[in-house]
């Protein structure tokens, strides 16, 4: 049981708008920014969106974040092939002195 | 750029203690947070903890009792050290710079796979 909550899994064809949720807490999404991460098969996670809504160079515009109270979203608009991977949420979380939580992650399908 | 590489036993023994260490290439080790995240086969992530260059660490509160972790600006790496290790523990192991100190990890390191089996 994770302690973000992500929906299990999303789906849309190519050229579709999709978003992924995150659900928290006070004690973390709430007090602290979200980070969004996403993970092809066979390889690490690259990181996608930092502080709620800020791309890392090289990561296109199709790609967005946003952080309301305990939840935050990742939205993907344009939706590519290549975009069919697993997305995952983290926060740092302030509760028994501070650790970082993730969500469990959605697997994106790309229909 | 900055790179990261995990090394360490591909195999460990059950009740044994898991040692991997992450080597950092490419710029300084200094001044950042460095963690280390570990993925079961098929399912999500988890974060095992974290170093500071000062050497202050904060720990996932289900594994601190079995987790320790050190680093060595000298060499550019940091370690991790867990104990007691069971079935439960087999899983890619990750290194990653957490910029900011607040789940900002970037870059992460390819993974290792540990497998705890007698």
């Known amino acids: 049981q994770s302690v973000l909550t992500q929906p299990p899994s999303a789906s849309g064809t190519p050229g579709q708008r999709v978003t992924i949720s995150c659900s928290g807490s006070?004690?973390?999404?709430?007090?602290?920014?979200v980070n969004w991460y996403q993970q092809l098969p066979g390889t690490a996670p690259k990181l996608l969106i930092y502080?709620?809504?800020q791309r890392p160079s090289g990561v296109p515009d199709r790609f967005s974040g946003s952080k309301s109270g305990t939840s935050a979203s990742l939205a993907i608009s344009g939706l590519q092939s290549e975009d069919e991977a697993d997305y995952y949420c983290?926060?740092?979380?302030?509760?028994?002195?501070?650790?970082?939580?993730f969500g469990g992650g959605t697997k994106l399908t790309v229909l | 750029q900055v790179q990261l590489q995990e090394s360490g036993p591909g195999l460990v023994k059950p009740s044994e203690t898991l040692s991997l260490t992450c080597t950092v290439s490419?710029?300084?080790?200094?001044?950042?947070?460095w963690s280390w995240i570990r993925q079961p086969a098929g399912k999500g992530l988890e974060w095992i903890g974290r170093?500071?260059?000062?050497?202050?660490?904060n720990y996932n509160p289900s594994l601190k009792s079995r987790v320790t972790m050190s680093v060595d600006t000298s060499k550019n790496q940091f370690s991790l050290k867990l104990s007691s290790v069971t079935a439960a523990d087999t899983a890619v192991y990750y290194c990653?710079?957490?910029?900011?100190?607040?789940?900002?990890?970037?870059?992460w390191g390819q993974g290792t796979l540990v497998t705890v089996s007698s």
């Open positions: 990653a710079r957490d910029v900011v100190g607040a789940s900002w990890f970037d870059p």
């Open positions: 490419g710029g300084s080790i200094s001044s950042y947070y």
């Open positions: 170093i500071y260059t000062s050497g202050s660490t």
């Open positions: 006070s004690s973390n999404i709430g007090s602290n920014t």
């Open positions: 502080s709620n809504n």
């Open positions: 983290a926060a740092w979380d302030d509760s028994l002195n501070g650790h970082v939580v």
